[in-house]
């Protein structure tokens, strides 16, 4: 089996079963979340519906992915690929997805800052504030996508450029098939010079700002709420101890987890290029770390969520009761039931 179709397996793979897993998740989250959930919940579901969404999303580009020289190219392999009226647009959407994939993950973080750090802010998340809240998470998605469409779209330049490594490696043809492309730096002709190409520089930095941005928060309101638990950890009663050390091994999977399959794989699709590292075929690899991604994400949730795992597998629930002499405990472990 060649590399390529063992890509599309796990594109497929993941699809189904980000679709079956996310269904679990949002029936756990429906009937099984206790009111300690809060509107921790409601980010919960929303991130769950949109990976469902964005699986589809994936599925319908099947993205395809190579560097040449000083550039990059993301194509589509789906039902789409030959009409370029949906399936640039559709390819755009897929990049903007992943910029909203990202920030609500950021915003679960600022969440979980929000709660265990600032609780008197807690009422950005009540009621229609939570449409604001989510909002810049839209804003972006839009900002990623347009980006896409109307400053990296293809031309007769990038078509010529990639037409025989398009057509040896993947059998498309450029001048048909549906691709948007950054070409950094285009490369001599007999009738130009190399030369750095500095409008598309500018989608390029909006990209690693828009990572750059989502990462940082994820990374400082992670951090800060790491430190806040840490700190009151001797006013903690043995069992809010043990719920708190469970609380860190998700908070670290959950950071770990959009880092290995999205961060780095799109990182060094989007970065090393414009310094002249050539990854040919091999940066068709980023889609299959981006397609688990959406499956593995509520898989955590359902693992390391007390009542979700206990239903799930059929369990029998203890009730038992965490006691602290701390406030601040009681409002952490009220908010996140994790074990």
Known sequence: MDADKLVQYIQYGGFISAQAINVVLLYLLHFRANISFGRYRVLMMVFSVFAMVYSLIEILTLPIMFCKGRSLILGSDGPFTLYRPIGVPLIAVYCGSFGLCISLLALQFYYRYIAVCRADKLYYFEGKRIILTIAPC???????????????????????????????????????????????????????????????????????????????????????????????????????????????????????????????????????????????????????????????????AILLIKDFRSYVFCQKRKLTKVSTTSGFANKTASTFQAA
Not at 187 to 210: G, K, R, V
Not at 257 to 283: D, K, N, Q, R, S
């Open 138 to 300: 839209f804003l972006i998605f839009v900002a990623w996508t347009c980006n896409v469409q109307f400053l990296m779209g293809y031309d007769e330049e990038k078509e010529n450029i990639y037409h025989d490594v398009l057509f040896q490696s993947y059998h498309v043809d450029s001048h048909k098939v549906s691709f948007i492309s950054m070409l950094y730096k285009s490369p001599a002709t007999e009738t130009s010079p190399e030369h750095w190409n500095f409008d598309q520089l500018i989608p390029f930095f909006m990209c690693c700002l828009i990572m750059d941005s989502c990462f940082f928060a994820i990374i400082y309101y992670g951090s800060k709420a790491f430190m806040q638990m840490r700190n009151c950890v001797t006013e903690m009663s043995k069992k809010t101890k043990e719920l708190n050390r469970q609380l860190f091994l998700t908070l670290g999977i959950q950071t770990l987890l959009p880092l290995i399959t999205m961060y780095v794989p799109v990182g060094c699709f989007i970065i090393l290029p414009i310094f002249g590292v050539e990854l040919g075929v091999e940066a068709n690899k980023t889609g299959a770390f981006i397609g688990i991604y959406p499956a593995l994400d509520p898989l955590i």
